[in-house]
């Protein structure tokens, strides 16, 4: 008797686990790539991974309602956190020439310019895929507020499945990323031009 009350507490356990749903797996992932890649810098510059809003900031994909209301687009989802996806996209539009180079914290180098990333929205209203996003350029070794940019991209949506409204929402966050970059070399260049001894 006693060997069957051991055992019966495992064979409940296990009948409760089998009725469990098993997760739904999502029908495509999508990654984030800059519309620029041969941006080049003027100094080398750390890049620290975006911020967001919760629900923004991990690997859903979300719309927006007429009301305001998010939720989660079914069966698709970015191939990693956002946030992180935007930095790598953000440190990949640094591939032209130029004495500079674009690191992330991990890296354990030093840089005279920090980069840090926010995301506001990005999100599918309605035929619309919306992206806003800014960046703060500091010197930390100064405590200097360098430049803060910020930009809001807006691309219509073409097609109405959810594989592609997804890219329609990657491709806004492609070109917010290349705006972002963009105004960073710039910024940069002018820097460097300002602070070289004539």
Known sequence: MRRMFLLLPMVL??????????PEAPGGLYSISSARANLGLA????IREFDAPEIMAGRGVVSESPTGALRFVRSVEWSGRLTRLLQLALIDSFTGAGPGVALSPESGVAAPYVASGRIHRLVL???VAVCKASVVLTEPARRRLIAQFETEVEQQVNGTSAEQRALSLRAAAGTCVADLASAVSETLDRVAQETSPD
Do not use: R
């Open 125 to 127: 209203k309605g035929d």
């Open 43 to 46: 100094q080398n510059i750390v």
């Open 13 to 22: 356990i296990t009948g409760c686990l089998s009725v469990l749903p098993e």
